[in-house]
């Protein structure tokens, strides 16, 4: 007679069903991490290089600000959780991150060619927002 299931005297069968559901459930968790960590770069932005440059130890509680700038138009965009902003506009928004987390810095990532004026007025509202820690996203060659 055939009996289902794996018992007595034969090897115990690997179940293959909890596994799979355990493999996906980490497939999403990796999935929604990393997309959301990585949409706050910019990848068409061409940071400027700085041999000496130190890597950073580690992006927690880092507000990152975007500056893209087109020298043909002569213009700058700036943006900030994936959103194209005034960087005087996000001081209330930048105010609450302190309050939630009192090490929160800024992360300015500009182009290469920006004129100062777009990064200075990034560096402005984090002041008045009560951030004094502000480091700048360069690539070292």
């Not at 182009?111 to 502000?134: F, M």
């Amino acid at each position: 007679m055939a009996s289902g299931g794996g018992g007595g005297d034969g090897e115990p069968e690997f179940q293959i069903a909890p596994m799979i559901d355990v493999l996906l459930v980490l497939l999403i968790f990796f999935m929604s991490i990393a997309t959301s960590s990585v949409a706050r770069y910019d990848p068409s932005i061409q940071v400027p290089v700085a041999p000496d440059a130190n890597k950073k130890d580690d992006s927690e509680g880092e507000l990152v600000f975007n500056i893209a700038w087109r020298a043909d138009d002569r213009a700058a965009t700036t943006t900030y959780e994936e959103q194209v902003v005034v960087p005087a506009d996000t001081v209330p928004t930048l105010m609450a991150r302190k309050k939630a987390n009192p090490q929160a810095r800024v992360l300015i990532r500009a182009d290469a060619g920006t004129p100062v004026r777009h990064v200075q007025a990034v560096v402005e509202a984090a002041a008045k927002a009560g951030i004094n820690d502000v480091t700048f996203a360069t690539v070292a060659r």
